[in-house]
């Protein structure tokens, strides 16, 4: 096989075709679809970074909760017919459940120990992230007997949303049901009402402005009468449902299995997307895609004579890329803010004078 990709790759016109079916693939609609399906963890978990740090409380465990909410919906999905547990909810809702209900327990464990015991935010994010990493794979070799996968047991998949009438279109039918017109997983139309809801949240509800109030000046805050703890309890426990649903979509949505580590970084990424998009749910949501739109195109290259670890390099560096002009922009606001207050210092100083 590796020789017949040389032959190839000694050939121009093999080189020639390939890239143009390369390009083709590309620019369609089934790579939007793709873009998408990639997208959606790092939408949930990103929006969850980002209500945790307009609250003051940046949650470094995000990492951490979307693997242990993956490993413990494909777990429960598995084993739950034989446990007999939650009545009459089916696989998907029990796993859902105990996906959701094992990040938000985390997330309050971190606001416990921040809040009440006054440990390092920064720390105990850390210890649930490796806590989450050893124990998932532990508890994976105990209940199954292997420590790569879950492949031997047979979990449930999310079910996925179908809009009807749409695939008698080619084009639009791939654009909003998805490259084989079945429809996108539940996950993904729920990563974008969450956006909607967390902008209302943030922008048109008392205790949105109590959030953001928080996390920008916490002793005005406070002295307003707005409860900082109670406050903070809450982002950390929201921002933590979110990534558990970002947890959740990776081992059945994207895949249908729980791998060790399968969450492989897109936790920090997601902390890098809030700030990517200047803190806002919409600039979070067009981060994100950019970088599911990144690890597209770079699925893509590789199928061409490229070396693999330069591919592998386009998701991270177009990451940093992006933050770094974030941060020009940022210190150009700054710069420009106090270039008008200090103009208006001075003709405050000379109308005085």
Not at 18 to 40: D, E, M, N, P, Y
């Amino acid at each position: 096989m590796r020789e017949q990709y040389k032959a190839r790759d000694r050939d121009p016109e093999s080189i020639r075709c390939h890239t143009i079916v390369v390009l083709q693939s590309i620019f369609s609609a089934a790579f939007i679809a793709t873009v998408i399906r990639i997208s959606t963890p790092l939408i949930l978990a990103a929006m969850g970074g980002l209500l945790s740090e307009l609250g003051g409380v940046l949650n470094i465990a995000l990492e951490g909760i979307m693997l242990a909410a993956a490993f413990t919906g494909v777990i429960v999905s598995g084993l739950a017919p034989q446990w007999a547990a939650f009545g009459r909810l089916s696989r998907y809702e029990q796993s859902t459940l105990a996906g959701v209900g094992i990040g938000m327990a985390m997330g309050w464990l971190i606001a416990f120990f921040h809040l009440e015991l006054k440990t390092d935010l920064i720390l105990t994010g850390l210890a649930m992230n490796i806590l989450a990493a050893g124990g998932t794979v532990f508890l994976l070799f105990a209940l199954t007997g292997d420590k790569g996968s879950t492949a031997s047991l047979a979990s449930a998949r999310l079910p996925a949303v179908q809009l009807p009438f749409v695939n008698q279109f080619p084009l639009v039918g791939t654009l909003l049901n998805g490259a084989n017109g079945a429809g996108y997983h539940i996950m993904s139309y729920s990563a974008l009402l969450l956006v909607f809801a967390i902008w209302l949240f943030l922008y048109h509800m008392p205790a949105g402005a109590h959030l953001r109030a928080t996390g920008e000046a916490a002793d005005a805050a406070q002295s307003a009468g707005i409860d900082i703890r109670r406050v903070r309890y809450r982002a950390l426990v929201a921002s933590s449902f979110c990534a558990a649903l970002g947890g959740l979509y990776l081992s059945m949505g994207y895949l249908s299995l729980f791998q060790a580590n399968m969450t492989a970084g897109r936790g920090f990424i997601a902390l890098a997307v809030v700030y990517l998009g200047n803190r806002n749910p919409v600039g979070v949501l067009i981060a994100a895609l950019l970088f599911g739109t990144a690890t597209a195109l770079g699925a893509q290259v590789g199928t061409l004579a490229i070396p693999p670890q330069l591919v592998e390099m386009i998701p991270p560096v177009v990451t940093i890329a992006a933050l770094i002009l974030y941060s020009i922009r940022r210190r150009a606001r700054i710069a420009a803010a106090a270039r008008r207050f200090q103009e208006q210092a001075v003709n405050e100083s000379s109308g005085t004078d």
